[in-house]
């Protein structure tokens, strides 16, 4: 990782390793000529990368090496602010989640930092964020449910503009973003903010996609079309499982399923996930601690 940081620093638009480079890691044969899902996406700005990086610090006790480069890190959180990006939560965003989680960590290494001000900003857009995110899952669930269509025109209609559940990125392209990119963080706010959307959201994912789980499997169970659903679709809706159904080991082992392909990091991180639900966490160490004292 420390080779990587300096060829692809993850808060530069290097981060991103260029396409056509390597070995396909499909177990299957794909034509060469077949384009990537996510190369009709349009591309995150790259402060979406600063919850990995928040994580990296923590977790591999990497602070020194983050901290070194906070002049690059708030120099990418200002771009972020002039780019004008905000969360309309009459539209929803395909990395709203990504951003506020950025937000939410930015604040954090901005304080290590010693930069209070700094902090102060990105607090300050991730509430006005939350309050849009909330809105968001409301009018999602409000909009959720399973139905029949009654002709092709219906459904010409879903593929042009989505629903409450799935989030056009272009025709024949919808994502649940409502669960992509999501991170305990954000989760935690959402339960909190929006409950009764949750349990809305949620009930309807699972009674339209009973097979979420089974890699590769889903689409031919709602709306067909496409040969495959592509690992996020799997991810995003095993963190929703984690995280705002707070489903825990071991019966959140039964939605890890198989890996993608060969050196699928959407299963590692499904694994890791699993794991972690089964460790207690900050608030009940602490409260285990403050018995025993």
């Known amino acids: 990782m420390g080779v990587q940081w300096f060829r692809h620093p ?31 996406e349009r591309p995150y700005h790259e402060f979406g990368n600063m919850y990995a990086l928040w994580l990296y610090a923590e977790r591999c006790s990497a602070w020194p ?8 890190l708030k120099r990418v959180f200002q771009e972020f602010r002039r780019s004008g990006w905000e969360l309309d939560g009459s539209k929803g965003d395909l990395y709203a989640n990504r951003y506020i989680a950025s937000l939410i960590a930015f604040e954090k290494i901005a304080a290590r930092a010693g930069d209070a001000a700094t902090a102060s900003e990105a607090a300050s857009e991730a509430k006005k964020a939350r309050s849009q995110l909330a809105l968001w899952w409301r009018r999602s669930a409000s909009n959720a449910e399973l139905r029949q269509f009654g002709g092709v025109a219906e459904l010409d209609k879903f593929i042009g503009a989505g629903d409450g559940l799935f989030f056009r990125v272009e025709p024949h392209n919808s994502k649940v973003a409502l669960f992509r990119d999501l991170t305990p963080e954000v989760a935690s706010w959402v339960r909190a903010d929006a409950p009764e959307a949750v349990k809305k959201v949620c009930g309807v994912f699972q009674a339209l996609c009973p097979t979420w789980h089974l890699m590769g499997e889903e689409r031919q169970v709602h709306y067909g079309e496409n040969y495959v659903d592509p690992p996020d679709f799997a991810l995003g809706a095993f963190k929703a499982k984690a995280w705002l159904e707070n489903t825990r080991l ?23 996930i699993a794991l972690e639900s ?11 601690k403050q018995l025993r004292d």
């Open 250 to 272: 071991p019966k959140l082992l039964d939605f890890v399923d198989i890996p993608f392909c060969k050196g699928d990091l959407t299963y590692v991180e499904k694994l890791a």
């Open 65 to 72: 090496r983050v901290l070194s480069a906070y002049g690059d």
């Open 278 to 288: 089964g460790r207690p966490s900050r608030m009940q160490l602490a409260s285990s």
């Open 10 to 40: 993850p808060f530069s638009r290097a981060c991103w390793y260029p396409d056509g480079v390597g070995a396909r890691r499909e177990y299957w044969w794909v034509p060469g000529v077949l384009p990537l899902p996510e190369q009709t």
